[in-house]
T-cell receptor, first 116, second 111 residues
Framework: DTGVSQNPRHKITKRGQNVTFRCDPI?????LYWYRQTLGQGPEFLTY????????KSRLLSDRFSAERPKGSFSTLEIQRTEQGDSAMYLC??????????????FGAGSRLTVL | GQQVMQIPQYQHVQEGEDFTTYCNSS?????IQWYKQRPGGHPVFLIQ?????EVKKQKRLTFQFGEAKKNSSLHITATQTTDVGTYFC???????????FGPGTRLSVLP
């Protein structure tokens, strides 16, 4: 297993276009998270899956954002009608379903989005 | 919602000096985690603290969880240039399902 894989690593798009990012988590990890990180800030939670169920969505996730994890394995994050404010690093992380307080996040290298 | 604050925001030290970053919450935490992000990299898990007053060491790094489980600290003894990066604390949100990250402390080490 090579860890959490994300692609594309970089995406440059024009405002108004749609973009999709893919995350392949560590195979035995049930939980998958999407975070967004802008320069100089900590990761901000976007959404979280346990297997294929999307259990929580941040208020940051407007209706232009949608995430799926159709078979409980890989996940996609789609941003429709991109805006310049969407420019950020989109980080995916996965964790095993542990006992209370035991979840450790393993992050991917991220997908950097630039909206022109 | 759950928030964690970190101070300082930046710290510049001379190689060999010590460094400490602090993480604070207004609510009692079930656990706290620390991550390190190298420049241009992604966050990497360092440690998790669960018990009140817990102290854990990793070589030159010492992590502490406060007695009231509302604060935590990371102390690096005799910094090296390899310690450069941003250190984040992260705590479970109010539902315990995901993690809220602090704003981080960026450490620069001058050789």
């Amino acid at each position: 297993d090579t860890g959490v894989s994300q692609n594309p690593r970089h995406k440059i798009t024009k405002r108004g276009q749609n973009v999709t990012f893919r995350c392949d988590p560590i195979s035995e990890h049930n939980r998958l998270y999407w975070y967004r990180q802008t320069l100089g800030q900590g990761p901000e939670f976007l959404t979280y899956f346990q297997n294929e169920a999307q259990l929580e969505k941040s208020r940051l996730l407007s209706d232009r954002f949608s995430a799926e994890r159709p078979k409980g394995s890989f996940s996609t994050l789609e941003i429709q009608r991109t805006e310049q404010g969407d420019s950020a690093m989109y980080l995916c992380a996965s964790s095993p379903m542990g006992t209370s307080g035991a979840n450790v996040l393993t992050f991917g290298a991220g997908s950097r989005l630039t909206v022109l | 919602g759950q928030q964690v604050m970190q101070i300082p925001q930046y710290q510049h030290v001379q190689e060999g000096e010590d460094f400490t970053t602090y993480c604070n919450s207004s609510t009692t935490l079930s656990n706290i985690q620390w991550y390190k992000q190298r420049p241009g990299g992604h966050p990497v898990f360092l440690i998790q603290l669960v018990k009140s007053g817990e102290v854990k060491k990793q070589k030159r790094l010492t992590f502490q969880f406060g007695e009231a489980k509302k604060n935590s600290s990371l102390h690096i003894t005799a910094t090296q240039t390899t310690d450069v990066g941003t250190y984040f604390c992260a705590a479970p949100d109010n539902y315990g399902q995901n993690f809220v990250f602090g704003p981080g402390t960026r450490l620069s080490v001058l050789p």
